[in-house]
């Protein structure tokens, strides 16, 4: 059983910064393919990033240069730090541990 628990999100103004936190618990195995989604009003569910079995960082093409994935093995903890806040990065930031294990989401919300 893996449970996540995600903090961090709030209202931000455009061109600010907000830092995203997942912390897994039950298995410390499933940090290695954790990843961000994220779901905004009246719009499918979409992956946001992951870091590959490879080690590297993978991004939705929205986000690149401006969001930056992490994690901490010790802490059993993915970050996502989002700087230059868009509005229509306005979502519910999910984190996901596979095979199907889901946080409860972080309201992101971005004002122009």
């Known amino acids: 059983q893996v449970q996540l628990v995600e903090s961090g999100g709030g209202l931000v103004q455009a061109g600010g910064s907000l830092r995203l936190s997942c912390a897994a618990s039950g298995t410390i195995l499933v940090i290695n393919r954790m990843r961000w989604y994220r779901q905004a009003p009246g719009k499918q569910r979409e992956l946001v990033a992951f870091?590959?079995?490879?080690?590297?960082?993978n991004y939705a093409d929205s986000v690149k240069g401006r969001f930056t994935i992490s994690r901490d093995n010790v802490l059993n903890t993915i970050y996502l730090q989002m700087n230059s806040l868009k509005p229509e990065d306005t979502a519910i930031y999910y984190c996901f541990a596979p095979p199907a294990y889901w946080g409860q989401g972080t309201q992101v919300t971005v004002s122009s």
């Open positions: 870091i590959n079995s490879g080690g590297s960082p």
